[in-house]
């Protein structure tokens, strides 16, 4: 947790172990014992913000039965943890040279997924709902309307909120919206 909401605040060169260590009350050794390095503890933050976000869309997946429901539903679940959305985002923003030593399963990992968390969940959904529906096309789909989705939970629950709903950009204008992509 303290590492993810350092990250987010500094980025990744402007945050140090032993901050994080302080933060956190424990020792250098033990984070250096259980990463190996600050760049497998940062990737440890987002690969866990990842595998949040695969839960939520397995949920959403699982209690959605219309594209403009799974839509509403997503933005919902995100907006409710929005906090977490926003320093997520931050933190995967200021990567700047974050690169896991030595992790190459793990690489190997991302470089497969090359998708969306949740990417898993939702393929299979759009494909039993659409089943004429061509893979590429469908990837494309997932990829387009997450993007979205996590795009307009980061903004609604950014502090500028508050500026972006005075030109009349409310939450329902957002899920109607969503219901129309």
């Given at each position: 947790e303290q590492a993810r909401v350092l990250f987010s605040q500094f980025g990744y060169s402007g945050t140090s172990v032993r901050q994080i260590a302080e933060k956190s009350g424990v020792n250098i050794a033990a984070i250096n014992y259980h990463f190996g390095s600050k760049q497998n503890l940062y990737w440890s933050v987002i690969d866990e913000a990842c595998g949040w976000m695969q839960q939520v869309a397995k949920e959403v997946c699982e209690s959605s039965e219309t594209i403009e429901e799974f839509s509403v539903?997503?933005?919902?679940?995100?907006?409710?943890?929005?906090?977490?959305?926003?320093?997520?985002?931050?933190?995967?923003?200021?990567?700047?040279?974050?690169?896991?030593?030595?992790?190459l399963e793990y690489m190997q990992r991302?470089?497969?997924?090359?998708?969306?968390?949740?990417?898993?969940?939702?393929?299979?959904?759009?494909?039993?709902?659409?089943?004429?529906?061509?893979?590429?096309?469908?990837?494309?789909?997932?990829?387009?309307?997450?993007?979205?989705?996590?795009?307009?939970?980061?903004?609604?629950?950014?502090?500028?909120?508050?500026?972006?709903?005075?030109?009349?950009?409310s939450i329902e204008d957002i899920e109607s919206s969503l219901k129309t992509m």
């Open positions: 539903n997503l933005f919902r679940s995100l907006t409710r943890e929005g906090h977490y959305v926003v320093s997520t985002m931050k933190t995967f923003l200021n990567s700047s040279d974050a690169v896991p030593q030595g992790d991302i470089q497969e997924e090359m998708g969306p968390p949740g990417h898993e969940h939702m393929v299979p959904w759009i494909l039993k709902h659409y089943p004429n529906a061509q893979q590429k096309s469908v990837d494309w789909v997932v990829m387009c309307l997450f993007s979205s989705i996590f795009h307009f939970a980061t903004m609604t629950s950014s502090s500028h909120y508050d500026e972006i709903k005075k030109k009349k950009l």
